[in-house]
Every structure is written in structure tokens, then in C-alpha cells.
């Protein structure tokens, strides 16, 4: 088992492109969750899938931004006509279970910069 | 909703002293509380958590914290502490029947030899 892995570890993009960050979370883990961490501060939660179900969603979601597991395993963040705000280390984490509480075990993240 | 305050944004330490980092919460509802640690160029790790029972919590690398509902504070403790434990700290909560972790803006402990 390698943990949950992040695709691209850094990415530097130009305001107004397209980006895309994949996560593959630890096998057979059927939680998965992105958050969103800016320098000098916490991770933010972004949203949480349950398999293949977005079940929650953060107010940051912006309607530019989308995440999709389609097969209930990797998921996809993708931030459309990126700003310089969006310049942040984009964390993903993943569990096993259904109880209330699974501890989350979290990835390298991929550092996007917005130039 | 709810939040988190680690006031202590840097703790410098020497060696083999104790240190204790701070964290306060806010929730008007039942909540789970957790430690992480971030070591350089690596991902977050769960340090220790606090679900129900016992309000000592033992975590790993000899940490504990103590969750104290009356002060919604959930401080954390290392009696010794080593060059190894040179990382920063993140304080987080959850509200029970919720995924969602929000996490405080970290403190910084700084070992010094």
C-alpha cells in the first residue's frame, strides 16, 4: 500500500487557464475528500465523496470548480479560468468506512501557483 | 458551524523541555477533535483524536491532549520533547454525523539543540 498519491505535485499555470489534479486514494478506500490549504493557514475542507456520491460540498466550491469520482477510486479537481486567488497547495485525503468517524489519511497535495 | 483558534502561531523549545500547544474550539454541537502534524515536504499525519471516553488522549511519538468541554479547549502535551518533533501542528474538529474537518491555522514548534 502507497498512501494516497497526488498527480501533478506542482503545477504553474496563467490566469485564465484550465487546471486539473488528479488523486488516487489508498486502495479500496471508499471515502475521499479534497481541501484547499493557502500559505500560513489550516487546510481548508473542499468537498467529500462517499464511492461515487459528492455528499458534501464546501461554500468555497465555487461554480468554477468541479471534483468527479466517477468509478467510486481516483478523483479529479478541476479549476476552471483560474485566478491568482486560486494559488494554493490542493490536499486530498481518503478513509474506509461508514461510521461517523474514519480517520482520514492524506496525500503530498499538488502546490498550484497562478502566475 | 464551527472553528478553531491556535493562537500560538510559533513555539520555539529547547530540547528535552516541555511544551504545551494551544488549541480552542467552537461548535454548538456534539464534536470530534484531532491533532495532526505536517513534517517538511510531507503530508498531514494524525497525531492523536479524541472521539468519546476518556478526556486524556495518548497519541503517537508520546504526545497526548486533553479535551475539556468546559473551556472548549483541547491542548497538547509533550513532556520531552526531541529535534524529531520539528513540524507544525494543526488542530481540527469535526461535528459528529459530518465528514467535514476544519482545521485551526497551525503552530509552528521549533526545537532548538
Known amino acids: 500500500d502507497t498512501g494516497v498519491s497526488q498527480n501533478p505535485r506542482h503545477k504553474i499555470t496563467k490566469r485564465g487557464q484550465n487546471v486539473t489534479f488528479r488523486c488516487d486514494p489508498i486502495?479500496?478506500?471508499?471515502?475521499l475528500y479534497w481541501y484547499r490549504q493557502t500559505l500560513g493557514q489550516g487546510p481548508e475542507f473542499l468537498t467529500y465523496f462517499q464511492n461515487e456520491a459528492q455528499l458534501e460540498k464546501s461554500r468555497l466550491l465555487s461554480d468554477r470548480f468541479s471534483a468527479e469520482r466517477p468509478k467510486g477510486s481516483f478523483s479529479t479537481l478541476e479549476i476552471q479560468r483560474t485566478e491568482q486567488g486560486d494559488s494554493a497547495m490542493y490536499l486530498c485525503a481518503s478513509s474506509l468506512g461508514l461510521a461517523d468517524y474514519n480517520e482520514q489519511f492524506f496525500g503530498p497535495g499538488t502546490r498550484l501557483t497562478v502566475l | 458551524a464551527q472553528s478553531v483558534t491556535q493562537l500560538d502561531s510559533q513555539v520555539p523549545v529547547f530540547e528535552e523541555a516541555p511544551v504545551e500547544l494551544r488549541c480552542n474550539y467552537s461548535s454548538s454541537v456534539s464534536v470530534y477533535l484531532f491533532w495532526y502534524v505536517q513534517y517538511p515536504n510531507q503530508g498531514l499525519q494524525l497525531l492523536l483524536k479524541y472521539l468519546s471516553g476518556s478526556t486524556l488522549v495518548k497519541g503517537i511519538n508520546g504526545f497526548e491532549a486533553e479535551f475539556n468541554k468546559s473551556q472548549t479547549s483541547f491542548h497538547l502535551r509533550k513532556p520531552s520533547v526531541h529535534i524529531s518533533d520539528t513540524a507544525e501542528y494543526f488542530c481540527a474538529v469535526s461535528q459528529k454525523g459530518y465528514q467535514k474537518v476544519t482545521f485551526g491555522t497551525g503552530t509552528k514548534l521549533q526545537v532548538i539543540p
Open positions: 486502495s479500496e478506500h471508499n471515502r
